[in-house]
């Protein structure tokens, strides 16, 4: 990845598992997206947060590299989820559970592939992806995209939609 580049990059909890079901999780999210912007680490164009998986268009801010901001991003987005586990679900942690050197649980799949949207017709096409997402038969969590409240599908719909302020128009 590399500075002021957008990309498309998605990223899958462990085993698919259902962690992010959890309003409170996917609101962690979205609150270091925010923190994110504000310290001008990276721009946020577009995202989709599902029960397993996020996807997202970023675009990132020097001077970390993007490598480096997406890592703390996932190790703070982790330490948080973790913590709420151990105290509210103990059990959950069970489906975490990994035989890594340097960690006892994990939230994130690793290898996360992001792809470089090297033109408007690309970004556009997954835009359209990430904000139907919910919509798909074996999600059915919204009947139109801008019903989806983890999504920046009302901000690109409904044109006095402010929800997520810290949000950037594509084409900008």
Not at 59 to 65: D, M
Not at 94 to 103: A, E, F, G, H, Y
Not at 121 to 133: G, V
Request: one cysteine or more; proline letters at 5%.
């Amino acid at each position: 990845m590399e500075w002021g580049k957008q990309y498309f990059y998605t990223a899958t909890i462990i085993n698919w598992y259902h962690i992010l079901k959890n309003d409170a999780y996917k609101q962690v999210i979205i609150d270091l997206w925010k923190f994110q912007v504000k310290e001008e680490r990276m721009i946020v164009y577009g995202f989709v947060i599902m029960p397993n998986h996020y996807h997202a268009i970023f675009s990132f801010l020097p001077p970390k590299q993007p490598w480096e901001t997406m890592r703390d991003t996932h190790k703070f987005i982790s330490w948080q989820i973790i913590n709420d586990l151990e105290i509210k679900y103990p059990k959950a942690i069970d489906k975490l559970i990994v035989d890594k050197r340097d960690r006892k649980i994990q939230i994130w799949q690793r290898n996360s592939l992001p792809i470089h949207l090297y033109n408007r017709e690309i970004a556009e096409q997954k835009l359209i992806y990430i904000h139907n997402n919910p919509l798909q038969n074996h999600w059915q969590l919204a009947e139109i995209p801008e019903e989806y409240q983890f999504s920046s599908a009302k901000f690109y719909l409904l044109e006095n939609e402010r929800k997520f302020d810290f949000l950037t128009h594509y084409l900008c």
